[in-house]
């Protein structure tokens, strides 16, 4: 796939959500919009409305959680209020935190064939979409096993190349390494990394492992209350002071950065890894 930088695959106008019975709306006033071949990171303290902002770019809300919709949400040319969720699940492929929540079949080949058969292909695209992401991922070892057999981190894998052989056009993963341990949740990033890099697809993630997306998003979202408080390129929102208090964890090696600041050592841009502090220190 060619990414088109400029090509705008979701927009948001004003949207705001309240679920059913809730007094306060979930997410307020949201505005946006996301280009292919974007990764975007998207953080905030737990309750801010990340989850929610992920239901409405897979049209979950506010086709299936009822509550009061406003706004407007166009995702891949759909309108989400007008379009049922089937239609929608073939562009935007959804990786949730809990992988034993999301396999549902008793061998990791059906997880990944059930997909495919939902899209309705030939038996032979079927047969050849399950290759390619049988050798792409690294599953053959795993194609016979049941989900539980699988460590949690190999359990997102097979969540994410289910998503994939659907060949949607973004890929959203809500906390997709809460639940791993540091070398599997790498693992899991890197994955998502080189299928950014390699084929274009457009990624949206939620982690509060801030520095684990930071070296590789191109842009962050900070909510906050249901509202987007910052929006930017990553390096960008990362040099706002106020995050922390915004309940967001940034990375020890941006901490650092403003504690030399605080001595007036000032660096010449914010670094994203200990690699960047270390080559800024030198320079300096
Ligand atoms: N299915 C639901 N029904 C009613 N209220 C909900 C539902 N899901 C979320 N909420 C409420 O909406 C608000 C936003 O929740 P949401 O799950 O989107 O936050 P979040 O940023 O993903 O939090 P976390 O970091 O803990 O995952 C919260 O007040 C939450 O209680
Ligand atoms: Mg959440």
Redo the contacts with the bound molecule.
């Keep these: 796939m060619v990414s088109k930088p400029d090509r705008v695959l979701i927009e948001l106008r004003k949207v705001s959500f309240k679920?059913?019975?809730?007094t306060?709306y979930?997410?307020r006033d949201i505005s946006l919009r996301i280009h292919e071949g974007e990764f975007v990171l998207v953080v905030?303290?737990?309750?801010?409305?990340?989850?929610?902002?992920?239901?409405v770019f897979n049209g979950l809300i506010p086709n299936f959680?009822e509550?009061e919709f406003k706004g407007k949400a166009v995702v891949c040319g759909y309108d989400v209020a007008k379009t049922p969720t089937y239609i929608l699940s073939k562009y935007v492929g959804m990786v949730f935190?809990e992988p034993e929540n999301q396999l549902f079949f008793s061998t990791v080949e059906k997880e990944i064939v059930f997909g495919l058969e939902n899209l309705g292909l030939p038996s032979n695209e079927i047969a050849k979409r399950l290759n390619e992401v049988v050798e792409y991922f690294k599953l053959k070892p795993l194609l016979k096993k049941a989900p539980y057999e699988l460590s949690g981190g190999e359990q997102q894998k097979v969540a994410i190349a289910a998503c994939i052989a659907m060949r949607p056009k973004v890929l959203v993963l809500?906390?997709p390494t809460a639940n791993l341990d540091p070398m599997s949740a790498k693992d899991v990033i890197d994955l998502v990394k080189k299928l950014n890099r390699e084929r274009g697809l457009t990624v949206i993630i939620?982690e509060?492992r801030v520095e684990l997306i930071a070296p590789i998003a191109t842009r962050m979202i900070v909510?906050n209350r249901?509202r987007i408080v910052r929006d930017g390129p990553v390096r960008k929102v990362l040099s706002c002071e106020d995050l922390v208090s915004k309940g967001v964890a940034v990375p020890k090696v941006v901490e650092i950065y403003f504690k030399l600041k605080a001595k007036n050592i000032n660096l010449r841009t914010v670094p994203l890894t200990p690699e960047e502090l270390k080559q800024e220190l030198l320079r300096g």
């Design positions: 679920y059913k019975g809730a306060e979930a997410i905030g303290p737990s309750g801010c409305g990340k989850t929610t902002l992920c239901r959680y509550g935190q809500d906390e939620v509060h909510m249901g």
